[in-house]
Antibody, heavy 113, light 112 residues
Framework: QVQLKESGPVLVQASETLSLTCTVS????????VIWVRQPPGKGLEWMGI???????DYNSALKSRLSINRDTSKSQVFLKMNSLQTDDTAIYYC???????WGQGVMVTVSS | DVVMTQTPVSMSVSLGGQVSISCRSS???????????LSWYIQKPSQSPQLLIY???NRFSGISDRFSGSGSGTDFTLKISRVEPDDLGVYYC?????????FGAGTKLELK
C-alpha cells in the first residue's frame, strides 16, 4: 500500500527556513520521484519541485533561489528546505508521487511575522 | 509557464445530473514523445487532491466510469454523469508536459 506522509513545524517565523520531511512507504525512492506541491489557504495548487528517482532535481523557477529538495533513500524520506520565508508562503504543503497517483495528507504551515 | 484556464469557476448540479468542465492551456500539451500529459483531480473538503484522469482520458485505478476526459492540444473537457454526493468538491486540471507543471484555478461543484 503506497503512502506518503508530510511532517514538520506548523509555525515558522518570517525570514527563517522551513524544513519538511515526506516519508514514503509502499515504493522505493529509487524507482519513483517525489513532487512537492503547495496550496495557500483557499487558493489553487502550486508545483514547487521534484526529486527524480535518480536523485536529480527540478525546481519552480519562482522558488529556485530559496528551495532545495533532497532525500535519504535508506530511510525512504524526501526533504524540502525553503529559506527566507514570508507570510505569503503560508500554505498546505503536500508531497506526491511523481505521476500524482498518490498524495500525502499535507501539512499546514503558517509563517508568522 | 503554461497557463491553465478552467471554466466555469463554480457550478451547481442536481444529484443524478451531468456536468462538463472545460480546461484550456496556453500552449499545446503534446509532449515530444507524443503523449499529452493532461490530468484531472478532485479535492474534497479538507482532503488532499485525488487523481481522477491522466493523459487526457485514462481513468486512474478505482475511478468510476461516470468520469470521462476528452480533448487534445490545448482544449480539454471533464464530464461527470449521474452526479453523486461524493462527487462534490473542487476539480482541477493540471499539465505535466512542461516544467514547472501547472494547474488550473479550480472549478467548485456544488449541489443545486
Amino acid at each position: 500500500q503506497v503512502q506518503l506522509k508530510e511532517s514538520g513545524p506548523v509555525l515558522v517565523q518570517a525570514s527563517e527556513t522551513l524544513s519538511l520531511t515526506c516519508t514514503v512507504s509502499g515504493f522505493s525512492l529509487t524507482n519513483y520521484g517525489v513532487i512537492w506541491v503547495r496550496q495557500p489557504p483557499g487558493k489553487g495548487l502550486e508545483w514547487m519541485g521534484i526529486i527524480w528517482r535518480n536523485g536529480n532535481t527540478d525546481y519552480n523557477s519562482a522558488l529556485k533561489s530559496r528551495l532545495s529538495i533532497n532525500r535519504d533513500t535508506s530511510k525512504s524520506q524526501v526533504f524540502l528546505k525553503m529559506n527566507s520565508l514570508q507570510t505569503d508562503d503560508t500554505a498546505i504543503y503536500y508531497c506526491t508521487s511523481d505521476r500524482y497517483h498518490y498524495w500525502g495528507q499535507g501539512v499546514m504551515v503558517t509563517v508568522s511575522s | 509557464d503554461v497557463v491553465m484556464t478552467q471554466t466555469p469557476v463554480s457550478m451547481s448540479v442536481s444529484l443524478g445530473g451531468q456536468v462538463s468542465i472545460s480546461c484550456r492551456s496556453s500552449q499545446s500539451l503534446v509532449h515530444n514523445n507524443g503523449n499529452t500529459y493532461l490530468s484531472w483531480y478532485i479535492q474534497k473538503p479538507s482532503q488532499s487532491p485525488q487523481l481522477l484522469i491522466y493523459k487526457v482520458s485514462n481513468r486512474f485505478s478505482g475511478i468510476s466510469d461516470r468520469f470521462s476526459g476528452s480533448g487534445s492540444g490545448t482544449d480539454f473537457t471533464l464530464k461527470i454523469s449521474r452526479v453523486e454526493p461524493d462527487d462534490l468538491g473542487v476539480y482541477y486540471c493540471g499539465q505535466g508536459t512542461q516544467y514547472p507543471n501547472t494547474f488550473g484555478a479550480g472549478t467548485k461543484l456544488e449541489l443545486k
